[in-house]
């Protein structure tokens, strides 16, 4: 049986910045989490970082690679670089799918670590824009496909095709 990567916040627990969850309700979700799919991992708090913490983002005209490549840093509303905490996840969600055989996440869309759409645009101002977070960026770079929480027909397709052996 295929396991998901998840982000933790999607599992119900309070993880993110702002101290709270952001539990995931769709009836798919629901059915790998009764089947037993779901590899419950937050790269934020997995790098070091507390809850609650302060908002960060990805410095504006910048992408994940970027980060990754060390030309840009993962900054919090008041200034500081935590880009290392972020990177530390990373690596450990690349580390945790490994252990568990995972071939695809579903990671929080807009989150600097986990989105795999869109991301904030570093002015935190609310503002989005087309982007990846630095652990989409890096599953994605080892060959395990990510999906949002806003996508999970498309994610539940893959892991059948997966399941079928096309994936």
């Known amino acids: 049986m295929e396991k998901i990567l998840v982000s933790a916040c999607l599992m119900g627990q309070a993880v993110r910045y702002d101290g709270k969850a952001k539990t995931a309700e769709h009836e798919i979700f629901a059915r790998w989490r009764a089947e037993g799919r779901l590899v419950s991992y937050c790269p934020e708090v997995a790098g070091g970082l507390p809850v609650p913490r302060p908002p960060a983002e990805i410095e504006p005209g910048a992408d994940a690679a970027t980060v990754l490549r060390g030309g840009a840093r993962i900054l919090t509303s008041d200034g500081a670089d935590v880009s290392r905490p972020f990177l530390n996840g990373a690596a450990g969600a690349l580390a945790a799918a490994r252990?568990?055989?995972?071939?695809?996440?579903?990671?929080?869309?807009?989150?600097?670590?986990?989105?795999?759409?869109?991301?904030?645009?570093g002015t935190f101002t609310g503002a989005t824009l087309p982007g990846r977070g630095v652990t989409t960026e890096v599953l994605r770079d080892h060959g395990i496909a990510v999906f949002s929480e806003e996508d999970l027909p498309a994610a539940d397709a893959h892991l059948r095709a997966l399941e079928a052996g096309e994936g």
């Open 99 to 121: 252990k568990h055989g995972v071939r695809m996440a579903v990671l929080k869309e807009g989150s600097p670590s986990c989105g795999s759409g869109r991301v904030y645009d």
